[in-house]
């Protein structure tokens, strides 16, 4: 059930009217509804009932404090990919020892920090990893509680680029080598074998990918008892898919009953890393039309918000169903048109070929924004990120400020002539003279 409705002509986010919240903080902004998160991870966490479980919201869906505080406060743990998402997730009140850690690539200085405050588990997707957070554990004199991302090689049925399950993709060790590496893990002093995780991609709206992934999860599961080695847990990464237009993903209950009819009698712990099912739906993204331009019969509606602000059409052509946030103008009548930013990119564009009532000054809302919407952001072309506004019932609260010019060139320096501030060469290579 979407937050968002229509009263009198005017779009509302739970009771506070949207064109109220453009015309106070301005546009781009983000607007998520606190009561919608709350629906959903209190379906997500009910349809898995009495199996011990925990749900790992994605962090990557949506990073801003307020909405990991709200997680923190539901109950939720939290899946990270970052030395920086663990700081949030710190510093919105979740408890460290809910928190698994994921992604390829983790520094030194990042298992430093989640050992430090004690993680539940790294999802370690390599042997050269797992190399060196034991190194990383024995040096801190800290037990590293691990779990093995495999890569189940199955075909998500999604955009490539949010496809992580096959094998070409980078992500997870094979499940060929994954016996072996746990039987190492299993001898070192400084990993304790907690878990197995895989994640297969995102957006996925078919049932089979994720049956298929748990089928061969569970056979290594198996394989491993059969070793001597127990699991206490069973990752089963996000990806459950949202409606953006016509898409048909299955209700979360249906995800549950397939993945609970399939685990039998087995009593592992199961863990869930759900990002844009949390998010997406709480989420719209207000724009204001700034000019309306005729090309040879093509019709731009040019707005406030781009590619910086909401990257997902431009990276994977997605679609957002987008409509006038009020009522058209008299006389004004449904076009054909694209919906474009002011960045230098042909890619920018929020939605193409849309049929919209709109003239310059109209609001517009694109929908499902709030996942993998302002986390995406950046500073293209030097534009100020949006601000970001949570509602609950009647009330609003400004949960990220507009950026500022200054907030941008901060951590910027002109240099002058030469660049006499700069080090020489022979400083870099650590002489000092
Ligand atoms: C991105 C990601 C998720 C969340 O994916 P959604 O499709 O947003 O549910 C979960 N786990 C891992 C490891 C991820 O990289």
């Not at 510093?91 to 390829?104: Q, T």
């Not at 999860?217 to 996000?238: C, F, K, Q, W, Y």
């Not at 929020?350 to 500073?379: C, E, I, P």
Request: some cysteine; proline content about 4%; overall charge negative.
């Amino acid at each position: 059930m979407s937050p968002i409705t229509r009263h009198n002509g005017e779009l509302h986010i739970e009771e506070v009217a949207l064109a109220a919240l453009a015309e106070r903080h301005g546009t781009p902004l983000y607007v998520y509804s606190a009561d919608s998160i709350t629906r959903r991870y209190r379906a997500f966490t009910d349809a898995f009932g009495g199996h011990p479980h925990r749900v790992c919201y994605a962090v990557k869906a949506n990073s801003n404090l307020a909405i990991l505080e709200l997680l923190a406060r539901l109950g939720a743990g939290f899946d990270i990919v970052s030395g920086g998402e663990l700081e949030r997730v710190l510093r919105a009140g979740g408890d460290p020892a809910s928190v698994v850690f994921s992604g390829v690539g983790k520094t030194v200085a990042e298992m430093e920090a989640a050992l430090t405050v004690g993680v539940a588990c790294f999802n370690v997707e390599s042997k050269a990893e797992l190399d060196r957070l034991e190194a990383v554990a024995r040096r801190l004199g800290r037990i590293a509680p691990v779990s093995l991302r495999v890569n189940p090689d199955v075909d998500a049925a999604t955009h490539p680029y949010i496809s992580t399950g096959l094998k070409e993709n980078k992500f997870g060790i094979p499940v060929a080598d994954a016996p072996e590496l746990y039987r190492r893990a299993a001898v070192s002093d400084w990993l304790d074998v907690r878990g197995i995780d895989c994640h297969i991609g995102s957006q996925l709206t078919r049932l089979a990918p994720f049956v298929d992934a748990l089928d061969r999860i569970l056979a290594i599961v198996d394989a491993l008892e059969t070793d001597g080695i127990t699991l206490a847990h069973i990752d089963l990464g996000g990806g459950l898919g949202v409606r953006y237009g016509d898409e048909e993903p299955p209700s979360v209950a249906a995800y549950a009953d397939a993945i609970l009819s399939r685990l039998g009698n087995r009593r592992e712990t199961l863990l869930f890393e759900p990002g844009r099912w949390l998010v997406a739906e709480a989420g719209v993204f207000l724009t204001r039309v700034e000019y309306v331009k005729e090309n040879e019969g093509r019709r731009f509606l040019i707005v406030d918000g781009a590619m910086n602000d909401l990257l997902r059409p431009a990276l994977y052509n997605s679609w957002h169903r987008i409509e006038l946030v009020g009522t058209p103008a008299a006389g004004q009548q449904a076009e054909e048109a694209d919906v474009v930013g002011p960045v230098c990119e042909s890619s920018d564009f929020l939605g193409k070929a849309r049929r919209l009532a709109a003239q310059a000054g109209d609001l517009l809302a694109v929908h499902t924004a709030g996942a993998y919407g302002f986390g995406m952001a950046s500073n293209y072309n030097s534009r100020n990120r949006a601000a970001e506004v949570l509602v609950q019932g009647d009330r609003a609260l400004l949960v990220r400020r507009r950026e500022t010019l200054d907030d941008q060139l901060a951590l910027e320096q002109l240099v002058g002539e030469g660049l006499g501030g700069g080090i020489t060469a022979r400083q870099a290579n650590g002489d000092s003279r």
